[in-house]
């Protein structure tokens, strides 16, 4: 979440935290014994956009607003996406 005018290693390493988040949760996908059946809707390439997308959301709101955004309502509600997304 840098101003605009940052140095372009601050982009460049923003860049490279997204692509290992986004390369993280396309694994945790992959793994051995994970069913797509087990996603609420089995699109993997979607599902791990919308994770990308919630997560950064959740660094944005914890680092602008710590108060409001403590680390347990985020892991709650984190929590209750996942179990959303992975029906038992």
Do not use: C, I
Request: glycine share 4%; charged share 30%.
């Amino acid at each position: 979440m840098p101003s605009q005018g940052g140095p372009p290693e601050l982009y460049e390493r923003l860049d490279q935290a997204r692509q290992m988040t986004e390369e993280h949760l396309a694994a945790g996908l992959e793994k051995e014994g994970f069913e797509a059946s087990r996603l609420a809707n089995p699109d993997k390439e979607l599902a791990v956009r919308m994770l990308l997308a919630v997560s950064e959301q959740f660094v944005h709101l914890r680092l602008t607003d710590p108060r409001t955004y403590t680390t347990e309502r985020l892991v709650a509600q984190a929590e209750w996406l996942f179990r959303a997304m992975f029906p038992r």
